[in-house]
């Protein structure tokens, strides 16, 4: 059973950074997607950020320019830096893969922004 294991998060004030890490227990290499998905209170989990092993990217809107995913094959691990961040950014955040067969969750890391 593959393991995604999510770590980063944490309290951080409007405008501030935070990275977030996805490691995975076997190489991501077997992942053709991984993507970042995020769930504020009393809302629906919604895809944040996406990329691909041929690390093709993709943002939603409301992220783009803030927002850079990025991979470590070498490490096993997915990256979420999230800089000028809004309180509206408070959320449980995901990790999320698939390979051919099957999809994979972590445990979530909450983000909160506020002052």
């Known amino acids: 059973q593959v393991q995604l294991v999510e770590s980063g998060g944490g309290l951080v004030q409007p405008g501030g950074s935070l990275r977030l890490s996805c490691t995975a227990s076997r190489s991501i290499l077997s992942f053709y997607k991984m993507d970042w998905y995020r769930q504020a209170p009393g809302k629906q989990r919604t895809l944040v950020a996406y990329?691909?092993?041929?690390?093709?990217?993709y943002y939603t809107d409301s992220v783009k320019g803030r927002f850079t995913i990025s991979r470590d094959n070498s490490e096993n691990t997915m990256y979420l830096q999230m800089n000028s961040l809004k309180p509206e950014d408070t959320a449980i955040y995901y990790c999320?893969?698939?390979?051919?067969?099957?999809?994979?969750w972590g445990q979530g890391t909450q983000v909160t922004v506020s002052s």
């Open positions: 999320h893969a698939r390979d051919s067969m099957n999809e994979f």
């Open positions: 990329i691909s092993t041929g690390s093709i990217t």
